[in-house]
Structure formats: structure tokens, C-alpha cells
């Protein structure tokens, strides 16, 4: 059932072009998104003056780069929040607000019930989920289902990668809606998310060389990911990965933040994976890796094929392949993955069934 992988957490991984695939396909009709079984109208889309993504773990991740997203294609401020601090905190709701919930399995008990408290204020609710006939999925007044599969492996991969293409989806349609993109611009963001199977089939192609990253990094005893924006969200997530599964403490910092504090955990030899694929960023992110260098750390870095010039500075280099910024996330997570799943190996980890952690989190 792991079909010849030796645990499930690889299979799920290497299953991540034929999810994407199928979870973008069948949404895309002659050139145009078709969300089904959507009911929200454009009229109900133009009156949104705010969204909050609500979600978990790396949902929330998903949630994080979907701000983003959002913000940038629709123009629609988003807020983000983990559902177990959004349910007590009271957030400002009425008509003019979308909630969008995601969740992989569509029982997590904290996003359930931040999902019913805006339910019961009347609010609209739009859920990206992963099990058909969930809760979450059931509760919603709309969903859209993520094409992943079951996932049986704790950390979360194909869910992931999954969400987001949703994430993009539902942006760009909403983009059309509100009229934000032009129609080139639509047009040319969706065959780049149509790209995204192939891109990342790539990345996976190249396996052994972060392989044997894993192999010289495995006894790390602290890692830290750095980034800015979509790649201070993309860090979130390596370092979940990370440490879910390998036990390795590690934590992600925005870049601009080691200043602040974080800059005096550095030691000779400590490990940073600096993730720097936004171009707008790439000489902010140089200077950060600089910066901790310069206090004895072994540099990672991660960016496009044509930034060779990381080079310069990084110890390492790590590279996915071009595509539109916004959906640079989608390819720079599958290398964070693999990191995390050779690491977790080397060390004999009990990959699949961390200790400590369920699948689904369905009590408080
Ligand atoms: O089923 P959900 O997507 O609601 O689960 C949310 C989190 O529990 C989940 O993403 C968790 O953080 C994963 N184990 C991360 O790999």
C-alpha cells in the first residue's frame, strides 16, 4: 500500500504533480476557471471588503501565503489567523466578509468550531478541505475540494501542495470577478498554475541532491529558516516539517527580524536555510545571509534557476525552476519536504507516526 516506498510520508511527496494535477484540471474549462459547485455570485464576491483564512498547522502556512495571494491579485485585505486564537478573540465580522476555512482532513476541532462561531454571526463561509463529507466540509456554504487523495502520513505534503493550487485558483478567479487582473494577466496565470505539476516533477527529479544535503546536516542540533513575505510563509512550513519529523529544534524567522533578537542564537556551524525566490528581496535576503555568516553559520540557500549569484554567499545552493513570484511557494516547499523526510530517515525517525502527534487533531 506504500506502493514500494518505504513510508508513506515519500509516496505522498512523490504523489504531489498527480494531485495538483487533478485538483487544477478539472477546474479549468477552454482557458477559464470554472468553480462548479461554487455558489457564492460575483455580486456576493464584489461586496467582500475583507477576508479571514482560519486554519491550523499548515493550513494556517497555506493561509499565510494566500494573504498574499489575495492581496495581490484581488485586492482584497486578508487577515490570517489559527483558528484556536481566532474562535476567543471576538474578530469584527459582518456581511462584507468572506471566512476561508482549510483543512486537509475537515475535523480539526479548533477550525470546526472558529468555522460554526462565524457561521453562527451570519458570516459567509467558503471551505477548502480534503475529506469529502467532513464536518468542515459539510458546515460550509461552499467548499472546494482539494483532489489529494487520502493522506496518511502526519506531515502534511500532498495536502499542501493541494491547498495552495486552490489558493490560486480561487484567487485568480476572484481577480477576474472584481475585474483587478487584466484579462493577459488571466490568461497567463493560468497556464502557469497548469505548469505547476511539471515544475514540480522537476524539482523531485533531483531527489538525491538534497538526499545528500539531508546527509550533512542530519546531526544538526538547532536549524533556523529565514525569508521574507511568501518566503517568510514558506519558512513557517519548512521548519514545521522539520521538526514534526525529525525532532531537530528549528524555528523560522522573517529576515528582517534577526536583528531584533534571533541573531544571538547563531554559532559557528549552526545551520540556516535562507529562502530567497522573490526578486524584489533577493539582495535584502543577501545581506541577511551575510549577516549570518558573518556569526559562523553554514548557509543553505534556496532561490530560482537564474539567481545563481547566491552563490556568492550561500554554502549551499538549492534551486527550483522559474514561474510566476506568487506561485513560487507551490515549488519551494517540495525540496523543504524532501529536507525533512531524508533528515527524519537518517535519523530513524518514526516518520509517518511522529511522537506525539495524531493525524487529525479533533479535540481542543
Ligand atoms: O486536517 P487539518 O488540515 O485541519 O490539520 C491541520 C494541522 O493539524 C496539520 O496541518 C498539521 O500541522 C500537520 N501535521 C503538519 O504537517
Not at 97 to 123: C, M, P, Y
Request: proline residues 3%; contains cysteine.
Amino acid at each position: 500500500e506504500k506502493g514500494g516506498y518505504q513510508h508513506f510520508m515519500a509516496k505522498e511527496i512523490m504523489e504531489q504533480p498527480k494531485a495538483v494535477r487533478d485538483t487544477i484540471s478539472p477546474r479549468i474549462q477552454d482557458g477559464k476557471i470554472v468553480l462548479d459547485k461554487i455558489t457564492l455570485t460575483a455580486e456576493q464576491i464584489k461586496r467582500f471588503k475583507k477576508i479571514y483564512i482560519v486554519a491550523c498547522g499548515s493550513a494556517y502556512h497555506v493561509g499565510m501565503i494566500a494573504k498574499y495571494v489575495f492581496e495581490k491579485f484581488a485586492r482584497i485585505p486578508v487577515e490570517v489567523d489559527v483558528a484556536s486564537e481566532f474562535r476567543y478573540r471576538q474578530p469584527i465580522m459582518d456581511d462584507k466578509v468572506l471566512v476561508l476555512v482549510i483543512s486537509q482532513s475537515g475535523e480539526t476541532a479548533d477550525t470546526l468550531a472558529a468555522l460554526r462561531e462565524a457561521k453562527n454571526l451570519g458570516v459567509r463561509t467558503l471551505s477548502i478541505v480534503n475529506v469529502v463529507g467532513s464536518s468542515i466540509a459539510n458546515d460550509s456554504d461552499d467548499v472546494i475540494y482539494t483532489w489529494a487523495g487520502p493522506e496518511i502520513a502526519v506531515a502534511t505534503t500532498k495536502a499542501y501542495s493541494t491547498q495552495l493550487a486552490v489558493v490560486y485558483l480561487l484567487a485568480i478567479y476572484f481577480a477576474d470577478k472584481l475585474g483587478t487582473i487584466t484579462a493577459e494577466e488571466y490568461s497567463s496565470y493560468i497556464s502557469q498554475l497548469q505548469s505547476l505539476p511539471d515544475k514540480i516533477s522537476e524539482i523531485l527529479a533531483n531527489k538525491e541532491q538534497i538526499q545528500y544535503l539531508a546527509s550533512q546536516f542530519f546531526n544538526a542540533k538547532d536549524v533556523f529558516f529565514i525569508g521574507r513575505n511568501l518566503d517568510y510563509a514558506m519558512s513557517l512550513e519548512g521548519s514545521l516539517k522539520l521538526k514534526e519529523i525529525s525532532y531537530i529544534h528549528s524555528e523560522a524567522y522573517a529576515a528582517g527580524e534577526l536583528k531584533h533578537g534571533t541573531i544571538s542564537l547563531v554559532e559557528d556551524g549552526t545551520l540556516v536555510i535562507a529562502l530567497a525566490t522573490q526578486d524584489a528581496l533577493f539582495d535584502k535576503m543577501i545581506s541577511n545571509m551575510k549577516e549570518v555568516k558573518a556569526r559562523g553559520a553554514v548557509v543553505l540557500g534556496l532561490t530560482t534557476k537564474q539567481n545563481k549569484k547566491i552563490e556568492q554567499v550561500a554554502d549551499y545552493a538549492l534551486y527550483v525552476p522559474e514561474l510566476c513570484e506568487m506561485m513560487l511557494p507551490s515549488l519551494a516547499v517540495v525540496p523543504l519536504q524532501l529536507f525533512a523526510y531524508y533528515v527524519a530517515s537518517m535519523k530513524g525517525c518514526d516518520i509517518d507516526k511522529p511522537r506525539n502527534l495524531a493525524k487529525s487533531v479533533t479535540v481542543e
